[in-house]
């Protein structure tokens, strides 16, 4: 009896699907942040619960220096910024830097650039992915802004 070389390659296909399968549900950790990069150690993770716990509106940027919409998104922050010095803090927080890795995880990051505007309660008040009109931006920070 002869196999057919279509069929070989179709069995080939379906173990190499099921050890990836497997290899995500049970070996690699699920849920909290892995211990060689917990969100608490990174400084921008402290610089958030700073802000949280003066009950300051933040502005979260998610990027990486590598991504041309993030690039775009840091110019809109840069030009921001001083406008709104010490009214909402400005957090930018690079994806690609490992200290930051926990971060990302615990926020959810899976596309950049990402926008998380935080109210000074510490409350999510606007959250967006991808490249955004500066009038919405400021729209958008002005509701967080510290009376």
């Known amino acids: 009896m002869k ?16 050890g990836i399968f497997f290899y995500y549900k049970l070996v690699q950790p699920q849920g909290e942040p892995e211990p060689s990069t917990p969100a608490s150690n990174s400084p921008a993770a402290q610089e958030i ?17 590598t991504c041309p919409p993030c690039r775009e998104m840091k110019k809109i ?10 009214k909402v803090r400005f957090i930018s927080v690079d994806v690609d830097d490992r200290e930051n890795a926990g971060l990302a995880k615990e ?10 505007i935080i109210d000074s309660n510490g409350e999510l008040s606007y959250q967006e992915i991808g490249l955004m009109p500066e009038e ?12």
């Open 3 to 18: 196999t057919k070389p279509i069929n070989v390659a179709i069995l080939v296909v379906v173990v190499i699907l099921l």
């Open 49 to 65: 619960e700073s802000g949280k716990q003066n009950g300051e509106g933040m502005w979260l940027l998610f990027r990486s220096a």
């Open 77 to 86: 922050y840069d030009r921001l910024e001083p406008e709104y010095k010490g």
């Open 107 to 116: 926020y959810g990051i899976t596309y950049i650039p990402a926008t998380f």
């Open 136 to 147: 919405d931006l400021r729209a958008e920070l002005d509701k967080v802004v510290k009376p």
